[in-house]
């Protein structure tokens, strides 16, 4: 069982039995051998010591860092010229990040921000939005960046290590179709947790008067037909397995390919240039696709250095709400707080990738804020994203 400190700064007139069960990007630490009825109660719900200072001062920031920061990747991935299957993935997924963090933003800053944490929450309306705001729609877009990603790698070692499929396979109508089934899927996935509690409204002494607070109680479709156990059990492991685990396993394995397959191409570019003949165009053509991969390897790394720790976790909750109890989920919140604190600053990050190593990312930019858009509207179609001619087989990516 979760202990709770009934001496902790959150008034004791409404104690959370089933504290630990938000976070940013909402993974939730929920006892699945707990009581089935809790009253909201944030400050219960996370170490407030690392909650305030991180969502409450220091994510502000970082949410309008993301904002322009991922905005700005839109808008240039969305010029005309720079349309191609690969781009659109990753214009996906800064829309994606982007929502991830902007959506319980609101919620976040009310709490943590102006300190209203440890206030109660009310009516039931606002119970329910707090819980799609702050677990529903981050936890879908999150996860729909996390399977973008995976789609992007893929598609990456088409490219290059399979060129002729990607005539077949990496087409603008394909793409458009794994992004709709994605978000579909992320959505379908996520759709449990819309209406697996219900929320009523009690009254208790708080600050010396009767106040109203939302009461928390598992849905009757879990208590009687399911069973809380076998529902968060099954919830946890088919997010341990579908959201973490295989995709990082997959993310891990096509970048070994891929840095593998750059090695490979580096040798065959040296050999070109020690060459009397020195085709400078077939040079040039394996320069830009080296530097293509070698950038989506630093996308794909960044990406599993914030997210392995969240699946780690995730995995040993389920241990020890399953199998064993060991975990200190005083400890454990902890962890979440800075893993969900490293994932929403990784987000700007992938404008710094693209800015530092795409060369057509920052002409494309250039002309857009610098020079000017018309200039931009001039910009040739020959180029993709990145570095150089677009090709069926060989399309530059971010």
Request: charged share 15%; with cysteine; net charge positive.
């Amino acid at each position: 069982m979760l202990e709770l400190d009934p001496n902790s700064t959150a008034s004791s007139d409404y104690l959370d039995p089933c504290a630990g069960n938000s976070s940013l990007l909402n993974f939730t630490l929920v006892e699945l051998n707990s009581m089935d009825i809790a009253y909201i109660n944030v400050t219960k719900e996370m170490p407030i010591n690392y909650a305030v200072p991180l969502y409450g001062y220091l994510m502000p920031i970082l949410l309008l860092i993301t904002i322009v920061a991922n905005t700005l990747i839109v808008v240039v991935l969305s010029k005309r010229h720079m349309r191609t299957p690969t781009n659109i993935v990753l214009m996906s997924m800064a829309l994606c990040d982007m929502c991830t963090l902007l959506v319980p933003a609101p919620w976040l800053i009310y709490m943590y921000t102006f300190g209203n944490h440890y206030k109660p929450l009310a009516p039931v309306p606002l119970c329910y939005t707090w819980n799609v705001m702050h677990e529903f729609l981050p936890n879908l877009f999150h996860t729909a960046s996390i399977w973008l990603t995976l789609i992007l790698a893929v598609q990456r070692y088409i490219y290059v290590c399979h060129a002729p499929l990607a005539r077949r396979f990496c087409t603008m109508p394909n793409v458009y179709k794994c992004i709709g089934y994605i978000l579909f899927a992320s959505a379908l996935h996520q759709s449990p947790r819309m209406i697996d509690s219900d929320y009523s409204l009690i009254q208790i002494t708080w600050n010396n008067k009767l106040v109203d607070v939302c009461r928390k109680k598992s849905a009757d479709w879990v208590e009687n037909y399911i069973t809380i156990d076998v529902y968060y059990i099954c919830y946890y492991v088919f997010r341990l397995v579908f959201v973490h685990l295989v995709p990082c396993i997959a993310l891990v394995t096509l970048n070994l390919l891929l840095f593998r397959t750059l090695k490979q191409a580096q040798k065959r570019r040296d050999i070109l240039l020690s060459s009397k003949k020195n085709p400078k165009n077939e040079c040039k053509k394996l320069r830009d696709s080296n530097c293509t991969t070698l950038m989506l390897i630093v996308v794909v790394s960044v990406f599993l250095i914030v997210e392995i720790p969240l699946a780690v976790v995730t995995m040993l909750h389920i241990i020890s709400s399953s199998i064993i109890e060991f975990l200190d989920y005083d400890v454990a919140n902890t962890l979440i707080i800075f893993t969900n604190f490293f994932i929403i600053l990784s987000y700007p990050i992938n404008f710094a990738i693209y800015c530092g190593m795409s060369r057509q990312f920052r002409e494309t930019f250039k002309e857009l804020f610098m020079t000017g858009a018309s200039s931009a509207r001039n910009g040739s179609s020959r180029y993709s994203i990145v570095n150089g001619p677009r090709t069926c087989t060989n399309e530059t990516v971010l």
